[in-house]
């Protein structure tokens, strides 16, 4: 089993933030917009594409999860979207997932107020 080192985690997650903030989910950015007082910074830190729609799971905050589902039929919308606290989703998660979501964590709680040195409001 191929274990991957803390620098590929950090650059994975960097992606993910990217994949959030580059218009490539126009709809769970705007999802997260909506739903949250105040979005400074966010990382995808799971995403399950199933045959109708996508779930995510979006680091919000170093304390917060959100659990968004969007349809992909007929057109790409919200059909649920909740809030989970980190420690709780961290629970379920296999130790390697659980590994990656500690380094987003810490990786969120150090960049606070910026996405690529960008503050977003």
Not at 39 to 42: G, K, M, T, Y
Not at 45 to 52: A, M, T
Not at 68 to 71: G, K, W
């Given at each position: 089993m191929y274990i991957k080192g803390r620098k590929q985690i950090e650059?994975?997650?960097a992606r993910r933030?990217?994949?959030l903030f580059t218009g490539n989910e126009p709809e769970l950015l705007d999802a997260l917009l909506r739903n949250t007082r105040s979005?400074?910074?966010?990382i995808i830190?799971?995403?399950?594409?199933?045959?109708?729609e996508d779930l995510?799971?979006?680091?919000?905050d170093a304390d917060r999860v959100a659990l968004?589902?969007?349809?992909r039929e007929p057109e790409k919308h919200v059909t649920s979207f909740a809030f989970q606290s980190a420690d709780?989703?961290?629970r379920g998660l296999s130790?390697?997932?659980k590994r990656e979501f500690l380094v987003a964590r810490e990786v969120l709680g150090s960049t606070r107020g910026t996405v690529s040195g960008t503050l977003i409001e």
């Open positions: 650059d994975d997650l933030r990217e994949r979005l400074r910074d966010a830190v799971g995403h399950i594409p199933e045959q109708c995510f799971a979006v680091l919000v968004v589902e969007i349809a709780d989703y961290e130790p390697r997932r």
